[in-house]
């Protein structure tokens, strides 16, 4: 499983859908996931803070400490048929299959790391001068230029996994 940090929300041109794309934390592989769009609206109002208002899935969390529970992360932990599996992870390991939309927007949301199963990566991670050719340390309108460019030409079939499609 590799550590994730979040480069970048857009919106794919051709199906207006939401991307998120993850890049490895200790690494040069990203990976784009295309998400539900009142996740990425959660995604894109970024991490929780003491003054904002409450959003819904924000109630997860006291409830999750009156049940003595604490969730520790968001995994993407497979690729099938070009659809990724989820599960958020609590203490003791214990496991929840969600949406990855609703993973990741949790995990944002409540600054959670994010993992990405290794096989995933290697199956269908890019590197991230393919979608950020100036790098990610460029203006970030350099950044999104880059990114849309690519993303014009893809749709999320493009990763599925090798000789599929």
């Known amino acids: 499983m ?4 979040v480069l970048r929300l857009v ?3 051709r199906t207006r859908e939401p991307v998120l ?25 970024g991490t929780r803070t003491e003054e904002d ?37 609590f203490d003791g390991d214990t496991r929840v299959p969600v949406l990855p939309s609703d993973a990741l927007a949790i995990a944002v949301r409540e600054g959670l790391p994010i993992g990405v199963a290794d096989d995933i990566l290697d199956d269908v991670g890019q590197p991230i ?5 100036d790098g990610t340390d ?3 309108e350099k950044q999104l230029q880059d990114f849309k460019e690519f993303l ?10 090798p000789g599929s499609g």
């Open 11 to 13: 919106v794919h041109a």
């Open 53 to 89: 208002p409450l959003l819904p899935q924000d109630v997860l969390i006291p409830v999750l400490a009156g049940l003595g529970r604490k969730l520790e992360r968001a995994e993407i932990t497979s690729l099938v048929d070009s659809v990724y599996t989820a599960e958020l992870v």
């Open 129 to 133: 001068s393919q979608f950020f050719p």
């Open 21 to 45: 794309l993850l890049g490895e934390e200790d690494g040069d592989r990203c990976l784009p996931v295309f998400l539900r769009r009142a996740q990425a609206d959660v995604i894109s109002v």
């Open 2 to 5: 590799k550590t994730m940090r």
């Open 138 to 140: 460029a203006p970030p």
């Open 152 to 161: 014009a030409d893809v749709s999320p079939e493009d990763f599925g996994a």
